[in-house]
């Protein structure tokens, strides 16, 4: 477990320094490639994983989502401006990549829709398969996958193109969600007693949890700290430290959920790790299970502001 840890926080400030790299030089290319081998990555594994079970999914279909919606949320579409959003887009008007015909403009606002579209499309596709005795759950095995894997991780490379207080977006989201994983870790081995969900993870506890969701307050309330000392940061939105303290806590509740999720799959497959890209850490899904369902938080929590 030591080593899993070790390579977990490894991994955790390497995406940092891209983050950081990226945020210095006004470049957003390297989190734009981590997101997509984090997206295929993740569905080979999870490919797999159903396929041991012999339940059916979609990957290359599902491989063709997450390069078209990614590609689309990279160059094309406009940053969330809605909401607290619009607020905290201190950094001026964004610069889009790709330029549209002014007639062609509101094809930046589609982000949202992706969801509707994948369940319209998905069971479409599906209805082309001559052998339809496991068509409903080729389409909710695969529109479970994209709402799983694939739209959470746009929402975050999403958020990300917030003027100015994007890259402060995801330090917060990354922070809250990792520390709260330091958290759990630490004190649930020193402390923890009564197991969690034993038939999903024998070693998480409720002690752990709930010293995970303290760490991930701390990691919130450091963010908004540095985030709003440096400059405009995370206001006007986010100012007092308590509100950094409730949404990082939030986020810890999301990035613990994510990463019961995947204990499942993994449960369900009968494997200890998703995949062997780490010797004695896991797969790809193992070093982003707990990222999967904080960002949609992040932006539902911010649209309501």
């Known amino acids: 477990m030591g080593k899993r840890f070790f390579f977990g926080f490894s991994m955790f400030f390497a995406l940092v320094g891209v983050l950081a790299a990226d945020h210095l030089l006004g470049f957003t290319w390297g989190f734009f490639l981590i997101c997509c081998g984090m997206c295929l990555g993740g569905i080979h594994e999870l490919g797999r994983m159903f396929r041991f079970r012999g339940l059916p999914l979609d990957t290359r279909l599902l491989y063709l989502a997450t390069l078209a919606l990614l590609g689309y949320v990279q160059l094309l579409a406009n940053p969330p401006d809605f909401g607290a959003f619009a607020r905290m887009a201190w950094g001026g008007a964004?610069?889009?990549?790709?330029?549209?015909?002014?007639?062609?403009?509101?094809?930046?606002?589609?982000?949202?829709?992706?969801?509707?579209?994948?369940?319209?499309l998905f069971p479409l596709v599906g209805l082309t398969r001559k052998d339809v005795s496991n068509l409903s759950p080729r389409i909710t095995n695969n529109l479970g996958i994209f709402l799983y894997v694939i739209f959470p991780i746009a929402v975050i490379l999403w958020l990300r193109k917030v003027p100015g207080s994007g890259p402060w977006l995801l330090y917060f989201l990354l922070a809250a969600s990792r520390l709260g994983d330091v958290g759990a870790y630490l004190l649930g081995k020193a402390f923890g007693r009564h197991k969690l969900i034993p038939h999903l993870s024998a070693g998480k506890t409720i002690e752990g949890a709930v010293a995970g969701l303290l760490f991930s307050?701390?990691?919130?309330?450091?963010?908004?700290?540095?985030?709003?000392?440096?400059?405009p940061g995370l206001k006007p939105t986010l100012v007092h430290w308590w509100q950094g303290a409730l949404l990082g806590g939030f986020v810890g509740i999301a990035a613990q959920s994510g990463d019961l999720v995947e204990s499942g799959f993994k449960r369900a497959a009968g494997i200890k790790d998703s995949g062997n890209l780490v010797p004695s850490f896991g797969g790809i899904m193992d070093i982003m299970d707990n990222f999967m369902l904080t960002g949609p938080l992040i932006l539902v929590v911010m649209a309501l502001l």
């Open 94 to 120: 964004y610069t889009h990549h790709v330029p549209l015909p002014p007639g062609m403009n509101g094809l930046r606002e589609l982000t949202l829709l992706a969801p509707l579209l994948a369940a319209v």
């Open 217 to 231: 307050a701390i990691g919130g309330v450091a963010i908004l700290l540095l985030a709003n000392g440096a400059g």
